[in-house]
């Protein structure tokens, strides 16, 4: 007699063979879907735990490359303005007291500390170890306080970057002359220099004072930083107002048709788009058509304005559509007009949903650089601009610009821009979370 809870069948060699019960079935196929849903929670696991590794090599190689940017090599002087060099005469104006020569009183304090220095060659070198900016340094004195023509002071002075880079290990001494770019003799010379304590080393405030410069040691973000806010000002001026007033017209007043189901059609494959395209745009109709001046943070802002207009409707109208309707039809049965109950009930629920948008959209477009190429903005700017209309470049434009370029130094500060700019998008992410934890509802 065969067992209920096993039953039992024949095989071709007449032997009964015995079949799983359906409880066993069960509980073979529970222990194959634990055993799924566990190897995808590891496969997440994993994902995760590989995003971050990534993440964390990107920040410690941008850190590592970074940090000795914020310090400086400089020197101490003892500069002799002599009037003979500057105004023989004690009666130059401001403007020929800043055409005149202050190389020669630079030239002379540097060869005061190597007088056994004679060769012209040998000269031209050990004056290369010092930067272009103590010239500038010496000039920006003397024009603020001219009874400076004719004394001794002490000037701290940047050295030039090949020797900053020496100074801060970049630049091995104990590789041949002909595989760096110091030589033997301004090796000696630095050494020198440091036993007798007038080497300093301290904090880089022209990277976050100065604009671009041909020189490393000299060129800083700041110039960079007043064009990125002047064009992320134009963007969200414009961007702003027309693209909630588009998402509430969309939402909440346009007919269902199909003019209206084109238009938003078009907005979502227009988020998609390349951002070159808006720069292509961007060149075509603000540049060559209308005239508007290149590299100008008003023609950066029109063009990334276009470019975040669809991120800030999408966003917008999915918060307008995160309130309830019961709103609508509560303040329309207190008798408030279609425009009142959107402006004074709907629009105030749905801000925090839009703002966040708007704020995640401009980060998108404080870190484009290839439609801001397009209409220009890569010229080498030196001057902070001091409007919208003026000059200027933006950061990630910057970021390029000196990963180009071919002077160790610049690498340095390549990093250093990244990391701003960085910081930059990540306090605006937060910004944006914040935002909606703060004022978020929850109906």
Not at 208 to 216: L, M, Q, T, V, Y
Request: aromatic fraction near 8%.
């Amino acid at each position: 007699m065969t067992d209920a809870a096993t039953p039992s069948m024949n095989g071709p060699d007449g032997r009964r063979l015995r079949t799983e019960s359906s409880g066993e079935l069960v509980k073979r196929g529970l222990r194959r879907r634990y055993a799924a849903e566990r190897r995808f929670q590891a496969y997440g696991i994993a994902a995760i735990l590989f995003a971050v590794c990534m993440l964390g090599l990107l920040f410690t190689t941008i850190i590592s490359k970074a940090y000795p940017a914020f310090t400086q090599t400089m020197i101490e002087l003892e500069v002799t303005v002599s009037p003979q060099d500057i105004d023989p005469n004690r009666t130059a104006t401001r403007d020929e007291l800043s055409r005149a020569d202050y190389r020669a009183p630079v030239r002379e304090a540097i060869f005061e500390l190597f007088p056994d220095v004679t060769e012209r060659r040998a000269k031209r070198d050990l004056f290369d170890m010092i930067s272009p900016g103590a010239v500038f340094i010496v000039r920006e004195a003397v024009l603020n306080d001219p009874s400076l023509i004719g004394q001794r002071r002490t000037f701290v002075v940047p050295m030039s970057d090949d020797i900053d880079q020496l100074n801060k290990g970049q630049i091995d001494p104990k590789l041949p002359q002909s595989e760096r770019r110091v030589k033997d003799l301004q090796i000696e010379w630095f050494k020198r220099l440091q036993g007798r304590g007038i080497v300093k080393t301290q904090f880089n405030t022209t990277l976050f004072s100065a604009g671009d410069s041909r020189e490393p040691e000299l060129a800083g973000i700041w110039g960079a930083a007043v064009g990125s806010f002047f064009t992320m000002l134009v963007t969200l001026v414009i961007s702003f107002p027309i693209g909630v007033l588009a998402a509430v017209y969309l939402e909440e007043f346009a007919p269902v048709n199909r003019l209206t189901q084109a238009i938003e059609v078009n907005i979502n494959n227009l988020a998609a788009v390349p951002s070159i395209v808006f720069g292509l745009l961007g060149l075509a109709v603000f540049i060559n058509f209308f005239g508007m001046p290149r590299s100008a943070p008003v023609v950066g802002g029109l063009v990334l304005a276009l470019m975040t207009l669809p991120t800030i409707i999408i966003a917008a109208r999915s918060a307008l559509k995160s309130v309830p309707p019961s709103i609508r039809e509560a303040a329309a049965g207190l008798g408030a007009s279609p425009l009142q109950v959107i402006v004074h009930h709907v629009l105030p629920l749905a801000m925090p949903g839009i703002l966040t948008g708007t704020i995640i959209g401009m980060a998108q477009a404080l870190g484009e650089t290839a439609p801001l190429l397009m209409i220009g903005m890569v010229a080498f700017i030196v001057d902070i601009p001091g409007g919208p209309l003026d000059p200027a470049t933006v950061l990630p434009v910057q970021i390029y610009l000196w990963a180009d370029s071919p002077e160790r130094a610049f690498v340095e500060r390549t990093s250093a821009a990244i990391m701003v700019l960085l910081s930059f998008l990540v306090i605006m992410n937060v910004g944006a979370v914040l935002l909606r934890k703060r004022f978020e509802r929850k109906w």
